[in-house]
């Protein structure tokens, strides 16, 4: 009996050690699994993070004070523009975040600000067939998950068919719909605009201060760098996400942080990754047309493929996408939440030829409202928001916006 007992006894505490075993094992696991969670998470972190505090200029261009005050009038001053009516700020204006609250902007032959600008008649003038980029962080176009850029290989555009903000700067001139109009060619404008440059005495004072060891400092590449060189001031890098990043944890609210992490979770990072959340790659979508155009739009090399699209400042820089089809972030959720199910929204571009990475998207409605939450944290509204009271051509500052 005694022996029965001490046979018991051996038994009930082989089962009590084999099951504190199990259970240890099942407690390393589960904190294996934690740590992989964690270490997960960092990774997907790693992939959005604040913007540097300075700004990077090319060698040929450093920035100078008499540079910013050059560029920042000629910025404003329709002078550039073959009818005299367009500025730059006429579409990119510090009132909507330097972009434009339209979907397509109205450049030549147009009248009014922004949602309200619209063609004098008669008119021949085509819409500009993109949505006007905020010029705010252009001077960190092409940043990559180290941090790193080259001003000189920024891409700018949508196609990004020009690099660096000086190269950016000129385009504009030249394109019929935007500044230059039908009075001059495209080989005519920059010549005709140096031309008038230099028949104004405060330009021609202007330059030679921006410009002092250059013998012909009212030149079209000057005219460039100098454009270039007061937008590199645009900047707005201290949105509260920015802040949380640097080390501030009470910078985001919790709701935000959910949808940070949401938005890790659904693969938005795939993309919209680094300090300005865009991988400044190509892309096809398949967003649908803009019927306001004449012919579709085929993008980058006619492949359909478009730049993705900074998140930062999105309540500055609505409508959305590069035709400025999609007025809120909720219509861009949607139709992100269609392409992960299957459809395409444009009849000619098939779901096959959708980007993958769009494709393998776990995008549900219910992550809509944490994922809006974070972005709403990238906002940051200080940034250089004044105008010029006047410009040397005398012409209406920002042409013809009636403001």
Known sequence: MQEKYSINNFLISLVAFCLFFIILILGCNDDKRVSESKSHDT??????????ISVISPPGNQM??????????????PILSGEKDVACATCHHPSNGFAESRDLSIGVNGSGFGGNRA??????IPFVKRNAHTVLNTAYNGIDLSAKYDPEE???FWDDRVKSLEGQALEPLKALEEMRGMRYSESEILDVVVARLQEIGEYEQLFSLAFPTDPEPVSIDNLAKAIA??????????????A??????????EAEKEGMQTFLDVGCAKCHNGPMFSDYQMHVLGVPDNPKLAERDLGFELTNAFRTASLRNLRFTFPFMHNGSMKSIKEILEFYEDIANGKSRNPHIPIEDIDPLARSLKLKVKDFGPITNF???????????SIPETVPSKLPVG???GL
């Open 43 to 52: 990774d997907r972190l790693s992939k959005i993070y604040a913007l540097p």
């Open 64 to 77: 100078t004070e008499a540079k910013v005050k050059l560029g920042r009038l000629l910025f404003f001053d």
């Open 119 to 124: 063609f004098k008649e008669p008119n021949q």
């Open 154 to 156: 920024a891409p700018m």
């Open 229 to 242: 060189a007061y937008e590199r001031t645009l900047v707005s890098n201290n949105s509260r996400f920015d």
């Open 244 to 253: 949380f990043k640097r080390g501030d944890e009470n910078a985001l609210s």
């Open 375 to 385: 972005l709403l944290s990238l906002n940051d509204d200080n940034f250089d928001q």
């Open 399 to 401: 042409g013809e916006v």
